[in-house]
């Protein structure tokens, strides 16, 4: 079911059932600031842990950061094992090296060894603003674990 509505003469909002887009392909919203990477165009997967109840049903998956995320990405056969997964948080939750490889260098090389739940998303942020793909900043509390001392969510590695 596509439901189309104008919200300004040069910008239109589209939506659509999930279900509809799985096995839909896009084009990584960084591809453009990482031409050094292979910028293939990856397929829409779909999983019973996303849901509209608890968002928009629409996520972006992270194998190295969730249970659901990883034993999706094995059975879709996208990753082989552990050791195929590119984790792109270190220590203390700080933006590591291999955030180039999905950013490009030059965007890289600001956000490394910043804290991924602060200063690394406002500068995620301005990265989309700079790009001109950014439409809306919406707070946003997840369904993942807070550390009950200072209600801060936990940042889970599996690498």
């Known amino acids: 079911m596509l439901n189309l509505r104008t919200v300004s003469p040069t910008l239109f ?8 887009l799985t096995g839909a392909r896009y084009r ?13 165009s990856l397929a829409v997967i779909a999983s019973t842990h996303v849901t509209p109840d608890s968002g928009t049903g629409l ?5 190295a950061h969730g249970t659901e995320d990883y034993n999706m990405f ?6 082989s094992s552990i050791s195929s997964i590119v984790c792109h948080v270190g220590e ?5 090296n ?16 910043q804290p991924v739940l602060d200063s690394g ?19 946003f ?13 936990v940042i889970v590695t599996y690498v």
């Open 13 to 20: 909002s589209l939506s659509y059932i999930g279900s509809e």
């Open 28 to 40: 990584p919203l960084f591809a453009s600031l990482a031409p050094d990477v292979a910028s293939e």
């Open 59 to 63: 996520v972006h998956c992270a194998p």
């Open 74 to 79: 094995r059975e879709q056969s996208l990753i």
């Open 92 to 96: 203390g939750g700080l933006f590591t």
């Open 98 to 113: 291999e955030v180039a490889q999905v950013v490009g260098k030059e965007a890289g090389e600001t956000l490394v060894g």
């Open 121 to 139: 998303s406002k500068s995620i942020v301005g990265l989309l603003k700079s790009m001109g793909c950014l439409l809306k900043i919406e707070r």
């Open 141 to 153: 509390k997840h369904r993942y674990p807070y550390d009950w001392k200072t209600d801060r969510p």
